[in-house]
Nanobody
């Protein structure tokens, strides 16, 4: 099991910055990827950015490129999302997620994947 706790949401003016953090606990060693999704009312949850833990490779969706930065503090089992130049359309509930693998090498190999989610943190960009 993996537990995720987000922090850092709040009200921010357009053009300003905000940093979200996510602390992971539990089966840390089974986590392959961590990242952030966001969701607005009536819309599907969408990926924002992710980071692969074994090599710290990062992935951003188009709207996040150049404005958002995902980072990882391995010692604290945390990831962060720094968001710059925030726009009203960035207002959403931001969810931290972790993609983990469990099982054993066998034989035969028996692995399965499981996704974990935090409870979400609300970001409101408004004057």
């Amino acid at each position: 099991q993996v537990q995720l706790v987000e922090s850092g949401g709040g009200l921010v003016q357009p053009g300003r910055s905000l940093t979200l953090s996510c602390a992971a606990s539990g089966s840390i060693g089974n986590i392959h990827t961590m990242g952030w999704h966001r969701q607005t009312p009536g819309q599907q949850r969408e990926l924002v950015a992710s980071i692969t833990l074994h090599d710290n490779s990062k992935h951003y969706v188009d709207f996040a490129k150049g404005r958002f930065t995902i980072s990882r503090d391995a010692a604290k089992n945390m990831i962060s999302l720094q968001m710059n130049g925030l726009k009203s359309e960035d207002s959403a509930v931001y969810y931290c997620y972790a993609h983990a693998y469990f099982g054993d090498a066998g034989p035969p190999p028996n692995f399965y994947a499981k996704d974990y989610w935090g409870e979400g943190t609300l970001v409101t960009v408004s004057t």
